[in-house]
């Protein structure tokens, strides 16, 4: 089920600052990293913990830094399943 804008809000206020909401149906972050191996390193646990919830984040991978988007794409926008990813992918160490 979509979030509506005060859940969304709510939901926000659960993780770091870091996270932003992105033309109201993106959950994103940008990670930086020292060097494009621990970028990548970063990219295969992002892809296990994905994998382990059957919800997937549109990635995108460059020299030390990768930008994590969540929607859910069946639905047009963000539900409970995209902050449940977004907490999984914190619990990963950088």
């Keep these: ?13 659960k993780l770091p600052v870091e ?9 994103e972050k940008v990670f930086v990293f020292d060097d ?5 390193g970063f990219v295969v646990l992002v892809g ?6 059957n919800h997937h984040p549109d990635v995108t991978l460059s ?4 930008v994590i988007d969540i929607t859910t ?3 047009s ?5 995209d902050f449940k990813l977004a907490k ?3 619990t990963i160490g950088i």
């Design 36 to 40: 494009f191996k621990s970028a990548v």
């Design 63 to 66: 020299w030390g830094k990768v």
């Design 77 to 81: 926008g963000l539900t409970e399943k």
């Design 88 to 90: 999984q992918i914190e």
């Design 1 to 13: 089920m979509l979030l509506n804008e005060k859940q969304i809000k709510k939901q926000l206020g």
């Design 19 to 27: 996270w932003i909401v992105v033309g109201g149906n993106i959950l």
């Design 73 to 75: 794409h069946k639905e």
């Design 48 to 53: 296990e913990e994905a994998e382990a919830i």
